[in-house]
């Protein structure tokens, strides 16, 4: 496959998106900022070579599939280059995770569909932990429990407030 450079350009035409025309890759500056959340440009440029890479079949870029990828990391709409990152991949596990669906209803034989089972099982399992960690890094980590209804009867506790467990607790000279 050629090597592909990566211009950002602030065409209107591919807003947010990844055109191709010839070797050259060209990245569309959408109203709200960047479709990878970073305007530097080495990092774009690496962005773009690795989906193209991921989305072409042969050694032809196919438009549509780097479109298509472009488009879900686009709508995932990363603030930083950690969350660039992060939705890159999981728009390529999520076109894995697609083939091996595909191959899946097409097995001929029992270990087709292992082989085709066990890894559409792997590539979902990890797309669910890519989106549990794209949620931990846009909350800092932090946990939020929202409590509606509280009922104290007569005679019941509560506490209000923030309540952390650390373990087995108790004094240390407890046997």
Avoid: W, Y
Wanted: aromatic share 2%; with cysteine; charged share 15%.
């Amino acid at each position: 496959m050629p090597e592909t450079q990566a211009l950002v350009a602030s065409a209107p035409a591919i807003e947010g998106g990844i055109s191709i025309n010839g070797d050259v890759a060209k990245v569309g500056v959408s109203k709200s900022g960047h479709v990878f959340g970073t305007c530097n440009p080495q990092i774009i440029d690496g962005l773009v070579g690795q989906i193209i890479n991921v989305a072409s079949k042969g050694a032809n870029p196919d438009e549509k599939a780097i479109a298509f990828m472009s488009a879900m990391i686009g709508s995932i709409q990363p603030r930083d280059t950690i969350e660039a990152m992060l939705a890159t991949q999981m728009s390529a596990v999520h076109n894995a995770t697609m083939v091996f669906a595909r191959r899946l209803n097409h097995v001929d034989n029992i270990p087709q569909q292992d082989s085709a089972s066990r890894a559409f099982n792997q590539l979902s399992r990890t797309f669910a932990a890519q989106m549990e960690a794209l949620k931990r890094h846009r909350n800092g980590g932090n946990q939020n429990v929202t409590v509606k209804h509280v009922h104290v009867h007569e005679g019941g506790q509560a506490i209000v407030g923030n309540v952390s467990t650390g373990g087995r607790g108790g004094n240390k000279n407890e046997h």
